[in-house]
């Protein structure tokens, strides 16, 4: 969360760097994709989004059932998009 925090709060470079950090770390450990998503969808990046949450549901991600994207307000940029909603639809939440 606090990689998306540095995305909506415009301090792009350490949205960056979260990203690459988390990404590192998931070589060697488990990392729910929804983590690294989140950060995605805050920086506006929601074609990459969308297709780490897919493979978060294809993975059975527990993040991704925990943690819903549609009560987050400052990721309000991808509650529209049709591909989040045909995501929500096939977990039974639409």
């Not at 770390?25 to 297709?51: L, M, R």
């Not at 549901?57 to 591909?83: G, Q, S, V």
Request: aromatic content about 8%; hydrophobic content about 40%.
């Amino acid at each position: 969360m606090i990689g998306a925090a540095y995305a909506k709060s415009g301090q792009r470079e350490k949205a960056v760097n979260t990203l690459h950090e988390l990404e590192e770390q998931s070589k060697q450990n488990y990392i729910p994709k929804t983590s690294i998503a989140v950060i995605y969808v805050a920086s506006g990046e929601i074609d990459k989004a969308i297709e780490l949450l897919n493979k978060a549901y294809d993975e059975r991600d527990p993040m991704l059932l925990a943690f819903d994207f549609k009560t987050i307000p400052y990721l309000d940029n991808i509650h529209l998009d049709p591909r989040f909603i045909a995501l929500r639809k096939r977990m039974g939440l639409e």
